[in-house]
């Protein structure tokens, strides 16, 4: 180890060493923006422990991608130039660089609500801020011609230009999506939320090498594979998709869209330099700003800070063949036409959110596209049927779910009322009932329409009233 290293120490890769290059593109505005971006958005206000931001994961993934180039380029026959290395480290250290405020809300429903044309991604805006960040980087410690720059986007996004296409598997593998950036925050997700994986990404790593331009697996390693691919189905459908944090989604959402006229939020995506200002710090900006026009942004800012929070209605799992038709059929318009006559419900009452959750490769098997290696020279596919009979069949889910955005107004005293009945064993219910008026209008009218269409609610989550309340943060 060279004497300009620096030692970061981190709970997942314990040190991690990182060379002057590194550090002067860690030590820039670009990159110490992350520090303000969690990496799991508002699944921060439902388990306050997933308090870690884009910036360690960025470390973790540069380190892995660094320790990994350097394994496969020691293999015979294997090239070995400190350009390439270089290069994927610096891919993976900025590969995050785009996310903007609550990192998926703002790519996912911020900018397509204020830009509905634009097919923006976080993607996109990395590649703005790459591009940005070594024009203005003063007498670097390495020679990167602009030539490198887009090398270092191409591998950013996983797009091939066909010299060593291996390296390309590396930090955004397209090919199959088994990349270092998943071994880092499958990990550290779980590390944050104390949960366990049996996912081995350092396994995976040590039976891994270059084949057919490719990084191969050895074929044992097959359902080490499909357990990193259950990791992250089983973090999107408890975690990443909570229902509370859903609805928290969606508050920062409205309160970003009721500033955008005065701070012009969105514009930001298309320029660098307000980009780097904009993080999860802009609704402190909005709450203490003495801006004009920013009262009804404030006010939801503040329903926030006190969890007054928009409500979890319902959800349906959609099949698969239906997808396209309810996607049409089902919307806040549709939902309240099913209103009970004596009840004022408006389409601003509801939110209706669609979720797609998958084996990161759309509705196909990820583990089709990898390709594997025994003792021999060839590659070879591993075909489920040799493996286990207990995977999936279906490799992609939509859900639909609805949110009320005007739950109860007298919610902080029925908190009171129900703490009080939980120490008495007063039937809770009876408080719920009073409390979710209006949520219970929504869910009696999507309920009506899900009939229709021939849908079951999903079964096990609330049904106000009967669902035994618990007092945790999932409860606000
Ligand atoms: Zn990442």
Request: proline letters at 3%; charged letters at 30%; hydrophobic letters at 35%.
């Amino acid at each position: 180890m060279s004497q300009k290293n620096k030692l970061i120490n981190d709970p997942i890769h314990g040190y991690m060493s990182f060379e002057k290059w590194a550090i002067e593109v860690i030590d820039t505005p670009h990159f110490q923006r992350l520090r303000d971006i969690k990496q799991l958005g508002t699944t921060y206000y439902v388990f306050p422990s997933a308090s870690h931001n884009r910036f360690e994961h960025s470390l973790g993934t540069a380190h892995l991608a660094y320790t990994l180039t350097k394994r496969l380029q020691e293999q015979s026959g294997v090239e070995k130039s400190d350009h390439d290395l270089e290069c994927v480290t610096l891919a993976a250290l900025c590969h995050d660089l785009g996310h903007g405020p609550y990192s998926h809300v703002f790519d996912s429903i911020v900018i397509p609500y204020l830009k509905p044309s634009s097919k923006w991604k976080h993607e996109k805006g990395s590649e703005m801020m790459v591009e940005h960040l070594f024009e203005k980087l003063e007498s670097y410690s390495i020679d990167l011609s602009s030539d490198d720059v887009k090398y270092i986007q191409a591998l950013i996004k996983g797009d091939s230009t066909g010299i060593s296409p291996y390296l390309f598997d590396i930090v955004s593998n397209e090919r199959n999506s088994v990349d270092v950036d998943k071994f880092d925050y499958l990990a550290r997700d779980c590390y944050q939320l104390g949960m366990k994986s049996l996912f081995d990404f350092s396994r995976l790593m040590q039976f891994s090498r270059v084949m057919d331009d490719q990084i191969v697996y050895y074929h044992k390693e097959c359902f080490n594979i499909y357990e990193m691919f259950h990791t992250r189905y089983s973090l999107h459908k408890k975690v990443y998709s909570h229902r509370v944090s859903g609805a928290i989604d969606y508050m920062i959402r409205d309160a970003l869209v009721e500033a955008n006229s005065s701070l012009k939020i969105a514009d930001a995506i298309e320029n660098a330099e307000e980009y780097i200002q904009l993080s999860d710090s802009i609704l402190n900006k909005i709450e203490y700003s003495n801006l004009e026009g920013l009262t009804k942004s404030k006010e939801i800012i503040k329903q926030l800070r006190r969890r007054k929070l928009y409500k979890f209605v319902d959800e349906c799992l959609i099949p698969k063949d239906k997808k396209d038709d309810m996607m049409k059929a089902i919307n806040e318009r549709e939902i309240i036409s099913y209103r009970n006559g004596n009840v004022s419900l408006h389409e601003d009452d509801v939110i209706v959110d669609w979720k797609t959750l998958n084996y990161a490769k759309k509705d196909e098997n990820p583990v089709d596209a990898v390709k594997f290696y025994n003792d021999g020279d060839s590659t070879f596919p591993v075909p489920r049927s040799k493996v286990s009979y207990l995977f999936p069949v279906q490799y992609e889910e939509y859900i639909v779910r609805i949110f009320a955005r005007k739950p109860d107004k007298v919610i902080s005293i029925d908190i009171c009322c129900l703490i009080v009945s939980s120490r008495v064993t007063i039937d809770q219910s009876t408080f719920v009932k009073k409390k979710n008026k209006k949520v219970e209008a929504i869910q009696g009218a999507f309920r009506e329409l899900a009939k229709k269409l021939g849908l079951e609610p999903s079964q096990g989550f609330l049904k106000s009233g009967s669902r035994k309340r618990r007092f945790s943060e999932e409860n606000p």
